[in-house]
């Protein structure tokens, strides 16, 4: 059967990383624990309005919190 629309591949809805929490994703938290990675290797985590501070503290803390970058 055709469907009228076909959803591109990569058009998955992004959910923001904080525990419990079914938001949309609106920014990218990049991290790096340089006790198991190394230098160059970033982890992501997703973040709504509302957890983007808490989860890009949580990084900062710990000193693991490289870049935040919005998601288009
Ligand atoms: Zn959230």
Known sequence: MNAPFSPAPDAELLICSAKACREPARWALRWNNPRIHTEERRKNWLACD????????????????????PLS
Do not use: P, S, T, W
Request: avoid cysteine; charged fraction near 45%; charge should be negative.
């Open 50 to 69: 509302d957890h983007k501070e808490g989860l890009a503290e949580f990084l900062r803390i710990r000193g693991f919190l490289r870049e935040v970058e």
